[in-house]
């Protein structure tokens, strides 16, 4: 059974998102990376660069798959975890502490009101299966 | 077996086509033929080959060069030729290896971290190279060189022709033969790569490390593309020179001149492109037990993953071809490559000294060059070489007026190691004779 | 058998290295002629600046012997056509003819140069011109061009032709609010990849619960009035014929757009229908599928195109055309998409060709049409009892079966796939098409007899049983290679695509080469 914590807010593309201070961090989750099998590769944006609502950021590949990855909330990259280069499988032993992906500033924090609490999260995917 | 599957005729397996497009009599196909007909027939129509009989100094993107009587042999190992695209590692070690031993080898050859498992030539691989230039930089101008490859240029222009990408042409120098820096003056932050041949299509040699400057100040990527592979045994390679990719047609390397096919593209590049690259890949890798073997890699670049975001459609490629090239490599060895080399350079050169004392004959290009070189004719080239071919039975070279009508005198010699010192006299006796 | 036997892990076949670590310094496998001309010293002739430095360090130094041993050996880790049936769904592994390489090896053809006058390369050409009214004739479609070197090669140059004749008929504005492809979500990664190239962007049309395109809603995308096309394979990816092609012509047509077929499957077609009847407009075939020239580990291939009349301008220069009895080569076709390859394609390969049409002949032809499909129907009865079969359609030459039955004891379709191997089969098509889950697709072709389908029938049960009965035996397949599974996210995460000689003492040995 996928992990769901919940302190954090769910996509139904399969990221998570938490909140610190103005800050987002956003990563994909449990179940995604477990659909994803052994990640390989995770290609991630450049500092700065800006993004709306549903915009792909990116994109996690396995070794036979390869999935677009998209910002639930519009924003602008303060930070990349630039060790995924070196141990991509981070993603898979640890989706929701050393596998983040970005941080971001976000433009309009009321988006994130709009994103599934932990428990809506986990219908969805029940529900997809 | 009808019976079994419960279909009552043979006709009845093709139940789910509609009638009206079923075919009611037989193809207008010949009938089948025996292997002894099969073969006189073949036979038959390669003796109005009559090209293929001939000394020949053609070049020009495909070139005679010996094979050792082994590469045919051991790439006709049904275990090779029939085996498929090694999907399935653990039954398709051999080819795998084969393949890794390929990249190695094109590696050190041009001087470059990574090479594919191969293109179909050198054509699509210097287009895929322009592709390539474009995602990496994502800029959409490319400048070539007017010394490529006619053909070679041809090709760049259909695959770029929906692709967003504006070709530009750099002039060669017309007393050196070559592409001077100057000629890429063009250059902006909007252009993705210079593209350049060399040996080029004159045969002369580029100032490779000067145009890779050029390329580099602008942000720009250098591609150098050669067709005439057995120069990587002589010629300080591109990678040394500083290219961001290199192409080539890998023939030259035990690959039969065949009427132009199968032949083979290589394509290398830096480990910073790794992901970046078109066509297959094969790595190491272990088993659970720790043995070491190989497998198709970073295959989240290719078609059958991503689709249309691919870095390339390539899927079937130029397996056993690039086997060929491997066995021919490893077998003429590291010392075996130079020696040829030396032997094309130093036979060209003598050609080309020879010919040049013909008062008909002079040699345009003051340029270096390392097995071919243009010939300028005191007369029209066409009718010249069809007479050479005709009354001395030899192909003296390529007339560049098939390319450029404004050059109706000029053709181009290939001399490789393949010609004997008589054929090469022979070819300056009968080119002095017919320009008396 | 004694037990005294120990296993022997050092043999050397397995344990042959990679050319590299063979190597011996002063080995030679060459001979040359001595140089002789006169001889200029090296500088004289080639700039010192331009000379290579490196005399190819790290370049092999081998025997021939060496060479010779180092080929065979490897090549017996390889699975090949020649010791048994390769049940790939839409690869068409069907017998690889010796006659056929005798072909391709005769010295008046593979010692001829591209660019020999056409005068005196005729036999050549004729090669070339029979063999396209061949394939004219058994795809019903006139127009040809044997340029193109592979499938995906054909495919490109045949969307490039939709283009090319849409900005001819519409002109450029117009074409450019037509930038639709419709691609079946069945398709071959290789479509919408080719579809790219030409600046289409991809819309993906569904099928219906039976497999087949859903006409509905090809009408609904058609409506739309921005489809350039749709790519079709037919018999599709499951292996079964598309009845309502010609309604699906139709429909395109009517909306304005060209209907493109993907000739992967063209072994359950030949002298039986034809694309070209079929209201198909362009189609590339496989040279090295439905006409038997060898995969070679990997190509050459050849991706013939074909077309009907009004796309023959389109199609890539130059044309190999006869007045008479003469061959040559036209180079007058300014509508042309221009050229997709140097010279004139895969050349051996049409030879190897042109063979296998000649040895079949019409009656030939037919016979392995029927025989594929028979072969393929014989295998789907006898595997139904004990798998899954998605589709009740009557499959054509290949078929498709899921891993559903098996998957609920915890075993797929790549464990199913890696234990066959131990039953010595190549696997089949797995993970394709995308449409179905745990796909195998099934195509034995025609160059199989009723006794090796019959043992290929007898693994696949006894691996449903073991899958119930021994999970672990499927789980870790293969049991009989001489390596097992290997690990593919490592090597992907940390790439290493070349061979290095060792660093210098005290420094790291063989790194990693990318990543």
Request: net charge negative; with cysteine; aromatic share 8%.
């Amino acid at each position: 059974m996928a992990n769901v914590p919940d302190n954090l807010h769910y996509s139904k593309d399969h990221e998570w998102l938490r909140v610190e201070g103005d800050t987002a961090v956003i990563g994909i989750t449990d179940h995604a990376q477990e659909q994803l099998g052994d990640v390989v590769y995770v290609e991630l944006p450049r500092e700065g660069e800006e993004f709306i609502a549903h915009d792909s950021f990116g994109s996690v590949e396995s070794v036979k798959a390869v999935s677009e990855i998209f910002t639930p909330i519009a924003g602008k990259i303060s930070e990349t975890n630039d060790s995924l280069n070196d141990e991509p499988e981070k993603v898979n032993k640890d989706p929701y502490g050393d596998g983040w992906m970005i941080k971001m500033k976000m433009t309009n924090p009321g988006e994130v009101d709009s994103m599934l609490t932990a428990a809506e999260y986990e219908d969805f995917t029940k529900a997809e299966e | 077996m009808l019976a079994e599957i419960g279909v009552a005729s043979t006709e009845k397996l093709f139940d789910s086509i509609p009638e009206n497009l079923r075919l009611h009599g037989h193809l207008n196909v010949p009938a089948a033929m025996s292997e002894l007909e099969l073969l006189n027939r073949f036979e038959e129509m390669g003796t109005r080959n009559q090209a293929a009989q001939r000394t020949s100094f053609l070049g020009g993107g495909a070139y005679s060069h010996y094979s050792p009587t082994i590469v045919d042999h051991l790439i006709s190992r049904s275990e090779f030729f029939t085996a498929y695209t090694p999907y399935q590692p653990e039954i398709s070690q051999g080819t795998l290896q084969a393949i890794f031993e390929f990249q190695t080898l094109v590696c050190q050859l041009t001087g470059m971290d990574i090479a594919n498992a191969s293109m179909y030539d050198g054509s699509t691989a210097m287009a895929e190279a322009v592709l390539m230039a474009e995602r990496v930089t994502r800029r959409r101008k490319v400048i070539v060189s007017s010394a490529v490859h006619p053909q070679y240029l041809e090709v760049a222009h259909t695959y770029v022709q929906h692709a967003g990408i504006e070709l530009q042409t750099a002039d060669i120098d017309p007393a050196s033969g070559q592409t001077p820096a100057s000629a890429f003056d063009a250059i902006d932050d909007q252009t993705a790569a210079i593209v350049i041949q060399s040996p080029n299509f004159f045969g002369c040699l580029e100032d490779i490390a000067a145009l890779a400057d050029k390329a580099h100040e602008a942000g720009a990527l250098l591609v150098v593309t050669v067709t005439e592979a057995m120069s990587f045994g002589l010629l300080k390679s591109p990678g040394a020179c500083g290219a961001d990719i290199v192409v080539a047609e890998g023939q030259s390397f035990g690959v039969p001149l065949s009427y132009g096919g199968p032949y083979v593209g290589l394509f290398a590049t830096r480990d910073k492109y790794a992901r970046q690259i078109p066509g297959r890949l094969v790595g190491e890798a272990y088993d659970q037990q720790g043995r070491r073997g190989f497998v198709l890699t970073l295959a989240t670049r290719e078609q059958h993953i991503r689709r249309e975001k691919a870095t390339s459609n390539i899927c079937t490629n130029e397996g056993l071809i690039a086997l060929c090239a491997t066995i021919y490599l490893e077998t003429m060895g590291r010392h075996g490559i130079q020696d040829v080399a030396k032997q094309c350079a130093q036979k060209a050169h003598y050609a080309a000294r020879e010919i040049g004392k013909i008062s008909g004959c002079s040699l345009p290009y003051s340029g270096p060059f390392f097995n071919e070189f243009v010939v300028r004719a005191s007369t029209e080239a066409v009718p010249l070489l069809d007479k050479l071919a005709r009354e001395k039975g030899i192909d003296g070279g390529i007339a560049l007026s098939r390319f450029d009508a404004n050059r109706p005198n000029d053709f181009l010699v290939c001399v490789t190691e393949t010609n004997t010192r008589a054929q090469i006299d022979g070819l300056v006796e009968g080119l002095r004779a017919l320009t008396r | 058998m004694s037990s005294n036997i120990t296993k022997v892990t050092t043999h050397i076949n397995p344990n042959e290295q990679l050319i590299f670590e063979r190597s011996q310094e002063g080995r030679a496998g060459y001979s040359l002629p001595p140089l002789d001309v006169d001889e200029s010293s090296l500088d004289e002739i080639i700039p010192s600046e331009f000379q290579r430095d490196d005399d190819l360090a790290g370049m092999p130094e081998v025997t021939e012997v060496d060479v010779v041993r180092h080929f065979t050996r490897i090549s017996t880790w390889n699975y090949s056509i020649d010791q048994g049936m390769y049940p790939l769904g839409s690869c068409t592994m069907k017998y690889n003819s010796r006659l056929n390489e005798k072909v391709a090896r005769i010295a008046n053809f593979a010692n001829l140069h591209p660019l020999a006058s056409e005068a005196e390369s005729q036999g050549a050409l004729q090669v070339i011109y029979e063999l396209q009214q061949h394939l004219a004739e058994i795809t019903g479609l006139p127009g040809i061009s044997l340029q193109p070197a592979a499938g995906a090669h054909g495919e490109m140059t045949g969307i490039m032709i939709v283009r090319a004749f849409i900005d001819a008929r519409d002109g450029k504005e117009a074409s450019a609010r037509r930038r639709t492809m419709l691609i079946p979500d069945s398709a071959h990664g290789t479509n919408p990849a080719s579809a790219h190239l030409s600046g289409f962007t991809v819309k993906t049309i569904r099928s219906t619960a039976a497999g087949l395109t859903d006409l509905d809603h090809l009408r609904e995308l058609c409506a739309h009035g921005d489809v350039a096309g749709l790519m079709l394979t037919n018999p599709n990816t499951l292996g079964m014929f598309e009845k309502n092609i010609q309604e699906i012509c139709r429909i395109v047509h009517d909306a304005g757009g060209l209907v493109y077929m993907d000739g992967a499957n063209m072994n359950a077609l030949v002298g039986v229908a034809r694309p070209g009847d079929m209201g198909v407009d362009v189609i590339h075939l496989n040279l090295h599928k439905t006409f038997s020239t060898p995969h070679g580990g990997g190509g050459p291939g050849s991706g013939p195109c074909c077309c009907v009349k009004e796309l023959e301008p389109f199609l890539p220069v130059p044309r190999v055309v006869r007045t008479d009895e003469v061959y040559a080569l036209d180079f007058n076709c300014p509508q042309s998409i221009g050229r997709v390859k140097a010279f004139f394609g895969n050349y051996g390969m049409m030879l190897r060709a042109l063979a296998y049409i000649l040895t079949h002949g019409f009656d030939g032809l037919l016979e392995a049409t029927q025989a594929a499909v028979l072969n393929a129907r014989y295998i789907a009865h006898g595997l139904m009892p004990d798998y899954e079969k998605p589709f009740d359609g009557d499959p054509m030459h290949e078929v498709v079966f899921t891993d559903k039955r098996q998957s609920r004891k915890g075993v797929h379709t790549l464990d199913i796939a890696k234990r066959l191997i131990d039953y010595g089969f190549h696997p089949m098509t797995i993970y394709f098409p995308l449409i179905v889950s745990g796909a195998m697709l099934i195509e034995p072709t025609e160059s199989v007899g009723r006794q090796e389908l019959d043992q290929f029938i007898e693994a696949m049960r006894s691996i449903a049983q073991e899958a119930v009965a021994d999970p672990e035996l499927v789980l870790n397949a293969p049991h009989t290679t001489r390596i097992g599974r290997l690990d593919e996210a490592a090597a992907a995460r940390k790439p290493v695509l070349r061979w290095k000689p060792a660093a210098a003492p005290g420094a790291a040995a063989t790194g990693s080469s990318a990543g």
